[in-house]
């Protein structure tokens, strides 16, 4: 069963938070190839609650 859209949009705001946290971590650690991949990654996530909403394209 599908999960409700509300906790889909949670769970992708949660997991974009987690990821550019990290990134900014490794940023500030020196890997900026690692920070890069992490910041895509979170926008994805960000990107995917905004659509969730209906907020965008």
Known sequence: MKKPLEQ????AEEMA???LAD???A???GKKV???E???RGQ???DRANKLRG???
């Open 17 to 19: 938070s987690r990821l």
């Open 38 to 40: 992490l910041y895509n």
């Open 55 to 57: 907020w965008g394209e």
């Open 8 to 11: 889909r949009i949670l769970e």
């Open 34 to 36: 690692k920070a890069e």
């Open 23 to 25: 990134a900014n971590e």
């Open 27 to 29: 940023s500030e650690s």
């Open 44 to 46: 994805f996530w960000l």
